[in-house]
Every structure is written in structure tokens, then in C-alpha cells.
């Protein structure tokens, strides 16, 4: 065994995150910058060190988990979920079940909960979201962001939701309670069910074929029939009917 394939096996038995399922040249790249960082000469070395230390567990956690988001990312994408999907979901129902898996720093469930007060009061908006990363999820819950994050949010939204302070802005308390935040593993955790619309973009990209074919497979149990799943701009599924999914527009995937 190699002294990354041992790291692999050691971390599963500690965390149950498999890191055989992401991409292996980048994971390494990731975090051998990382170990050499903090002084570590390879990866059992670095995982003794991590087994000591529950704050070197969250930054290796932070590391592998990525975390770059920003508020209605790719714009275009936003505007065909504003001006074209929620209108479809909203005819059948005006309660949706939405969820934001891998959601990061919390970007994109609250600009999923802005877009969808265009249609509903939000009262009637309630969003899972889910993500590996406890720092991330814990960044999310306080939703302080640094001005670059809002570069795509309109000018009506920013406004209504925001409130400056220095260079942070801060998510309005409304905004915040439409959504509930938990721990979640997309490769070994149990998937819910019946949702109208499962957003998931820009994490599929680290992920070996194998995993993300399995994730797929779950996607498309999780949604009702005729529900949405919204993916990232360089994650178009090419075989949609492999997963019993259609096109309705371009990343927009329904299940059938």
C-alpha cells in the first residue's frame, strides 16, 4: 500500500469519507500543499498529526471540501430558474421542496430563497440545505459575506436583503429563516425524498465517474416526478436518460 492509499483507508475508518471516490491528482495536489504547510513530511504523518488535532481534522475537512461560492452565480442560469422553472413547479404546487446539497458558505440556498420571494411570500419558503463541511455550514448560518460575494445579486435584492456593514454585507434574518442547514455526506448518507427542485453545482467536478454516477442514481430517486435538478456550468449530464432525466433547459435536468 502506498502512503496515500494507507491516508485513504485511515481517513474512512475515521471520518466514513472515502476519499477513493474524488479525482486522485487533484486531491493529492490539494492536500499535499496543505501537509507541507503545516510541516508534515507525508500522508500517515499528516494523518497522525490530524488524529491529535480536531482543529487540523476541520482545516483538512475545509481543504478537501473547496469551498468557492458567491450569490446567483452564472447569472443567466438564475434568470431561467426565476422566469421559467419555479414558474412551472409553482403551478403544481406553492410549498416546494427545495434542496441545496453541497451548499457551501451558504450562497446559494439564499439566493434559491430570494429568487423563489419573486413568486411566493417566504413564508412559504422552506430550503434544505446540506453540505460535508462543518466551517462552511457554520459560515453559513452567521451569513456575514465580503462585498465580492454579491457582485451578481440584483440591485432590488441587494437592497431588501442586505444590510452593509463595513466592507461585509449582512443576509437579513427573513432570508436566514427559510433555510435549514445540516451535516451531509452525498456519498454515504441517506437522500430524502419528494423534492421539486435539488440544486447541486460546481462539486460533481471533483468526483471519479463511479461516485458520480451513484449520486445521480440518488438525484433522481430523491426528485418527484417531474421535479428539477439545477447543475453547474461545467457539469452537463450527457447520457440525462441513463438517470430517467430530460433536458428542460441547458443544466436544468427534469426527472420524468
Not at 20 to 33: F, N, P
Not at 145 to 164: G, H
Not at 230 to 256: H, L, M
Amino acid at each position: 500500500m502506498t502512503d496515500y492509499e494507507q491516508f485513504v483507508a485511515s481517513i474512512k475508518r475515521k471520518t466514513g469519507i472515502d476519499l477513493a471516490l474524488y479525482k486522485e491528482a487533484q486531491m493529492k495536489r490539494r492536500l499535499t500543499s496543505l501537509y507541507e504547510k503545516k510541516g508534515f513530511k507525508s500522508f500517515m504523518d499528516f494523518y497522525h498529526g490530524i488524529e491529535a488535532d480536531r482543529a487540523l481534522l476541520d482545516e483538512f475537512l475545509d481543504r478537501m471540501t473547496i469551498n468557492v461560492s458567491e450569490f446567483y452565480r452564472n447569472g443567466k442560469r438564475w434568470e431561467v430558474l426565476q422566469q421559467k422553472i419555479f414558474p412551472r413547479l409553482l403551478k403544481d404546487n406553492k410549498r416546494l421542496k427545495v434542496w441545496s446539497a453541497a451548499c457551501s458558505t451558504g450562497e446559494e440556498p439564499y439566493s434559491l430563497a430570494m429568487v423563489l420571494s419573486n413568486h411566493v411570500p417566504l413564508s412559504q419558503v422552506a430550503i434544505q440545505a446540506t453540505d460535508l463541511d462543518n466551517n462552511a455550514i457554520a459560515k453559513a448560518k452567521a451569513g456575514i459575506y465580503p462585498e465580492r460575494s454579491l457582485a451578481e445579486v440584483p440591485a432590488n435584492m441587494k437592497s431588501k436583503y442586505f444590510t452593509q456593514d463595513g466592507s461585509f454585507y449582512k443576509v437579513s434574518n427573513d432570508i436566514k429563516q427559510t433555510t435549514t442547514f445540516k451535516n451531509h455526506n452525498l456519498l454515504k448518507d441517506n437522500y430524502d425524498s419528494n423534492f421539486d427542485l435539488i440544486v447541486c453545482r460546481n462539486v460533481m467536478i471533483y468526483f471519479t465517474e463511479e461516485a458520480k454516477d451513484q449520486i445521480y442514481t440518488n438525484f433522481s430517486k430523491a426528485l418527484r416526478p417531474g421535479g428539477v435538478l439545477f447543475v453547474g456550468s461545467t457539469e452537463q449530464i450527457f447520457n440525462p436518460a441513463r438517470y430517467d432525466f430530460e433536458i428542460e433547459d441547458t443544466f436544468f435536468y427534469r426527472k420524468k
